[in-house]
């Protein structure tokens, strides 16, 4: 199993050196396009900014705090296009017949439509905004930076990383049956994800419900936010909240997998 898991790292990373030669090629366009992605979500904060300046705090959330949430949305998203744009476009591999010649090789398909494919210019724009973001909070919004918080932190980001990849890996298996599904993943997933820029308990409890049990970004980076600066709204929800983006990561994307499995069982070839 070791030596699997260690041919497994070796091949991924011979896919990434290949993926990045073809992507940074052209390195002005490279860095055009990603600087392109880090305006286009600079200006959404931008406008939040502007827009919430003239209020001291919304619920007992300070604007610090606000753009601390923001750069947990931003940071898990820059990983989850460099590590699962496969999953995240998995529709057009079975739409365009690509997803044909995977069946045909000996390596495990899950890996290979992971490994074929990664986002480095919207990883480094979210990325980007998402570190500047951090490092602009992190000290302003009270976060004493010990072995504890900074070991929960990172799990955090783990976390919101697979519970992300789930959801889109659950929109994507419905490729097997209806071949295009990018529009109904970007109603869902896209729209869930801009409410998850502000705190939950602004909103009324139908998008509380969403955002907790539906589309869980609330783990993604409202409860890891309140467990580092414990704000008094969290009073409104189970304080084990506070513990579970991981684990639901974990659980979410076994589910997920679980649900490829059975969809691949139903695949056939759309004849592209």
Not at 82 to 100: A, E, M, P, Q, V
Not at 106 to 133: C, E, N, T
Request: proline share 3%.
């Amino acid at each position: 199993m070791l030596q699997q898991f260690a041919e497994n790292v070796a091949m991924f990373r011979r896919y990434s050196k290949l993926l990045v030669k073809t992507r940074f090629q052209y390195k002005l366009d490279a860095f055009l396009l990603s600087f392109a992605v880090f305006c286009r979500e600079a200006v959404g904060i931008i406008v939040v900014y502007l827009t919430l300046r003239k209020f001291d705090a919304i619920n007992g959330w300070r604007m610090p705090e606000m753009l601390f949430l923001f750069s947990l949305i931003f940071l898990t998203y820059s990983l989850l296009v460099l590590f699962f744009t496969g999953i995240r476009d998995f529709d057009s591999l079975i739409h365009s017949g690509s997803f044909d010649r995977y069946l045909l090789r000996p390596q495990g398909l899950l890996f290979q439509v992971i490994a074929s494919k990664a986002d480095y210019f919207a990883s480094i724009g979210h990325g980007s905004l998402g570190v500047i973001l951090f490092l602009t909070t992190a000290q302003k919004v009270g976060i004493v930076w010990n072995l504890p918080n900074i070991v929960y932190y990172c799990f955090s980001i783990i976390g919101g990383v697979m519970i992300q990849a789930a959801i889109f890996m659950l929109f994507s298996c419905f490729s097997f049956w209806t071949v295009k599904t990018g529009n109904l993943r970007g109603f869902f997933f896209f729209n869930a994800r801009k409410f998850a820029g502000y705190p939950l308990s602004i909103f009324p409890g139908f998008i509380q419900t969403l955002l907790i049990y539906i589309m869980p970004f609330a783990f993604v980076n409202y409860f890891p936010a309140q467990y580092l600066l414990r704000k008094p709204d969290m009073a409104m929800y189970w304080d084990g909240c506070l513990y579970l983006t991981l684990p639901i990561g974990v659980i979410l994307f076994g589910l997920a997998y679980l649900f490829w499995q059975f969809g691949l069982k139903h695949y056939s070839s759309t004849g592209n």
